[in-house]
Protein backbone atom coordinates (compact mmCIF):
# COMPACT_ATOMS: atom_id res chain seq x y z
CA UNK A 1 0.00 0.00 0.00
CA UNK A 2 2.69 2.26 0.93
CA UNK A 3 4.49 1.77 -2.43
CA UNK A 4 1.30 2.25 -4.62
CA UNK A 5 0.90 4.95 -2.34
CA UNK A 6 4.21 6.95 -3.04
CA UNK A 7 3.89 5.97 -6.31
CA UNK A 8 0.67 8.42 -6.78
CA UNK A 9 2.50 10.83 -4.78
CA UNK A 10 5.29 11.33 -7.07
CA UNK A 11 2.60 11.19 -10.70
CA UNK A 12 0.98 13.78 -8.80
CA UNK A 13 4.05 16.38 -8.51
CA UNK A 14 5.56 14.95 -12.39
CA UNK A 15 2.27 16.41 -13.64
CA UNK A 16 2.41 19.69 -12.05
CA UNK A 17 6.22 19.89 -13.51
CA UNK A 18 4.65 18.78 -17.33
CA UNK A 19 2.13 21.67 -16.74
CA UNK A 20 3.79 24.17 -14.84
CA UNK A 21 7.28 23.44 -14.24
CA UNK A 22 10.36 26.04 -14.81
CA UNK A 23 12.83 23.83 -16.02
CA UNK A 24 14.90 24.43 -13.34
CA UNK A 25 15.70 21.13 -11.45
CA UNK A 26 12.51 20.04 -12.70
CA UNK A 27 10.66 20.02 -16.79
CA UNK A 28 10.15 22.75 -18.53
CA UNK A 29 6.07 22.92 -18.00
CA UNK A 30 3.45 23.59 -20.95
CA UNK A 31 2.85 27.13 -19.48
CA UNK A 32 6.36 28.02 -19.79
CA UNK A 33 7.12 26.17 -23.04
CA UNK A 34 8.30 28.23 -25.72
CA UNK A 35 6.57 27.80 -28.29
CA UNK A 36 3.30 28.65 -25.86
CA UNK A 37 1.16 31.26 -27.07
CA UNK A 38 -1.40 32.99 -24.90
CA UNK A 39 -4.40 35.01 -26.00
CA UNK A 40 -5.82 37.53 -24.69
CA UNK A 41 -8.81 37.77 -22.31
CA UNK A 42 -11.62 40.20 -24.51
CA UNK A 43 -13.02 40.62 -20.96
CA UNK A 44 -10.62 40.68 -17.70
CA UNK A 45 -11.13 37.26 -15.27
CA UNK A 46 -14.22 35.97 -17.17
CA UNK A 47 -13.71 33.40 -19.56
CA UNK A 48 -15.82 33.73 -22.83
CA UNK A 49 -17.13 32.58 -25.98
CA UNK A 50 -14.95 34.61 -28.24
CA UNK A 51 -12.20 33.81 -25.56
CA UNK A 52 -12.46 30.04 -25.83
CA UNK A 53 -12.98 30.48 -30.00
CA UNK A 54 -10.18 32.50 -30.43
CA UNK A 55 -7.59 29.50 -28.44
CA UNK A 56 -9.09 27.21 -30.91
CA UNK A 57 -8.30 29.26 -33.77
CA UNK A 58 -4.52 29.24 -32.85
CA UNK A 59 -3.67 25.43 -31.94
CA UNK A 60 -2.12 23.64 -35.28
CA UNK A 61 -4.79 22.17 -37.85
CA UNK A 62 -2.30 19.06 -37.73
CA UNK A 63 -2.68 19.53 -33.52
CA UNK A 64 -6.41 19.80 -33.25
CA UNK A 65 -7.32 15.97 -33.13
CA UNK A 66 -5.29 15.32 -30.36
CA UNK A 67 -5.94 18.64 -28.58
CA UNK A 68 -7.80 18.51 -25.20
CA UNK A 69 -8.75 21.81 -22.95
CA UNK A 70 -7.25 21.66 -19.70
CA UNK A 71 -9.31 23.98 -17.53
CA UNK A 72 -8.51 24.83 -13.39
CA UNK A 73 -12.11 23.43 -11.72
CA UNK A 74 -12.75 26.99 -10.53
CA UNK A 75 -14.04 27.65 -13.72
CA UNK A 76 -16.47 24.70 -13.70
CA UNK A 77 -19.08 27.89 -12.83
CA UNK A 78 -18.79 29.69 -15.49
CA UNK A 79 -18.28 27.47 -17.53
CA UNK A 80 -21.46 25.69 -16.73
CA UNK A 81 -23.45 28.60 -17.05
CA UNK A 82 -21.66 29.51 -20.60
CA UNK A 83 -24.11 30.01 -23.48
CA UNK A 84 -24.29 31.05 -27.26
CA UNK A 85 -27.52 32.49 -28.34
CA UNK A 86 -28.83 31.22 -31.83
CA UNK A 87 -31.19 33.07 -33.96
CA UNK A 88 -33.75 35.93 -32.47
CA UNK A 89 -35.89 33.25 -30.65
CA UNK A 90 -33.42 33.32 -27.63
CA UNK A 91 -32.74 29.42 -27.83
CA UNK A 92 -29.34 29.05 -25.72
CA UNK A 93 -26.70 26.32 -26.48
CA UNK A 94 -24.59 25.56 -24.08
CA UNK A 95 -20.73 25.83 -24.36
CA UNK A 96 -19.86 22.67 -21.76
CA UNK A 97 -21.29 19.72 -23.17
CA UNK A 98 -20.96 16.02 -22.20
CA UNK A 99 -20.34 13.00 -24.27
CA UNK A 100 -20.53 9.97 -23.41
CA UNK A 101 -19.56 10.75 -19.78
CA UNK A 102 -16.74 13.50 -20.94
CA UNK A 103 -17.05 17.40 -20.70
CA UNK A 104 -16.29 18.77 -23.78
CA UNK A 105 -15.63 22.28 -25.22
CA UNK A 106 -15.77 22.97 -29.01
CA UNK A 107 -15.61 18.58 -29.45
CA UNK A 108 -12.59 18.23 -27.45
CA UNK A 109 -12.05 16.83 -24.29
CA UNK A 110 -11.92 18.84 -21.25
CA UNK A 111 -9.78 17.69 -18.44
CA UNK A 112 -10.54 19.65 -15.04
CA UNK A 113 -6.99 19.71 -12.99
CA UNK A 114 -5.62 21.69 -9.94
CA UNK A 115 -2.47 21.69 -11.19
CA UNK A 116 -3.27 24.68 -13.43
CA UNK A 117 -3.89 28.46 -12.21
CA UNK A 118 -7.38 29.71 -10.93
CA UNK A 119 -9.62 31.29 -12.70
CA UNK A 120 -8.25 35.13 -14.11
CA UNK A 121 -4.74 33.65 -14.39
CA UNK A 122 -2.41 32.82 -17.23
CA UNK A 123 -3.24 29.28 -17.80
CA UNK A 124 -6.45 29.03 -16.03
CA UNK A 125 -7.85 27.41 -19.51
CA UNK A 126 -6.08 26.16 -22.38
CA UNK A 127 -5.81 23.44 -25.41
CA UNK A 128 -2.94 21.58 -25.70
CA UNK A 129 -1.59 18.27 -27.59
CA UNK A 130 0.28 16.54 -25.46
CA UNK A 131 1.76 14.42 -27.94
CA UNK A 132 4.12 16.90 -28.89
CA UNK A 133 5.28 17.04 -25.02
CA UNK A 134 8.14 14.36 -24.72
CA UNK A 135 8.97 12.82 -21.39
CA UNK A 136 12.11 11.24 -20.40
CA UNK A 137 12.69 8.81 -18.03
CA UNK A 138 16.51 7.49 -17.64
CA UNK A 139 15.52 4.89 -15.59
CA UNK A 140 12.66 2.94 -13.71
CA UNK A 141 10.98 4.46 -10.36
CA UNK A 142 12.77 2.88 -7.48
CA UNK A 143 11.45 2.85 -3.86
CA UNK A 144 13.83 2.10 -0.95
CA UNK A 145 13.63 1.94 2.45
CA UNK A 146 15.93 2.38 5.61
CA UNK A 147 15.85 2.21 9.29
CA UNK A 148 19.38 3.25 9.89
CA UNK A 149 18.73 7.02 9.51
CA UNK A 150 15.92 6.72 12.59
CA UNK A 151 17.29 3.47 14.24
CA UNK A 152 17.42 4.91 17.91
CA UNK A 153 13.19 5.80 17.68
CA UNK A 154 12.60 2.17 15.75
CA UNK A 155 10.87 4.50 12.33
CA UNK A 156 12.03 3.33 9.23
CA UNK A 157 12.87 6.12 5.89
CA UNK A 158 11.18 5.54 2.71
CA UNK A 159 12.10 7.29 -0.11
CA UNK A 160 11.49 7.24 -3.83
CA UNK A 161 13.33 8.15 -6.52
CA UNK A 162 12.59 8.68 -10.16
CA UNK A 163 14.99 10.63 -13.21
CA UNK A 164 12.71 11.71 -15.78
CA UNK A 165 12.45 15.14 -17.65
CA UNK A 166 9.91 16.51 -20.03
CA UNK A 167 9.78 19.19 -22.67
CA UNK A 168 7.78 20.43 -25.60
CA UNK A 169 8.63 19.97 -29.15
CA UNK A 170 8.35 22.69 -30.72
CA UNK A 171 11.06 25.66 -30.35
CA UNK A 172 8.43 28.25 -31.19
CA UNK A 173 4.91 28.81 -32.98
CA UNK A 174 4.58 28.54 -36.30
CA UNK A 175 3.63 31.04 -38.93
CA UNK A 176 1.58 29.55 -40.89
CA UNK A 177 1.57 30.58 -45.29
CA UNK A 178 -1.95 32.86 -44.16
CA UNK A 179 -2.74 33.33 -40.96
CA UNK A 180 -1.95 34.42 -37.58
CA UNK A 181 1.09 31.68 -35.24
CA UNK A 182 -0.20 28.51 -34.48
CA UNK A 183 1.02 26.13 -31.84
CA UNK A 184 0.96 23.10 -30.03
CA UNK A 185 0.08 24.64 -26.98
CA UNK A 186 -2.51 27.88 -26.27
CA UNK A 187 -3.61 29.29 -23.27
CA UNK A 188 -5.85 32.15 -22.25
Known amino acids: ?102 FEILTRPVIFSEKVPARGSKGDIGLYDFSQYVIGMRKELSIDRSNAVYWKTSETAYRIIGRVDGQGTWEKPVTPLNGETVSWCVTL
Do not use: M
Not at 88 to 94: A, N, R, S, W
Open 1 to 102: LLSTALIKALCWYLDLAYLTGDGVGKPVGVLNDPALITVSRTTSQIITYPDLCNIFARVAPSCLLNSVWVANQTCIPQLLTLTVEVGDGGTHIPVLTKNNGQ
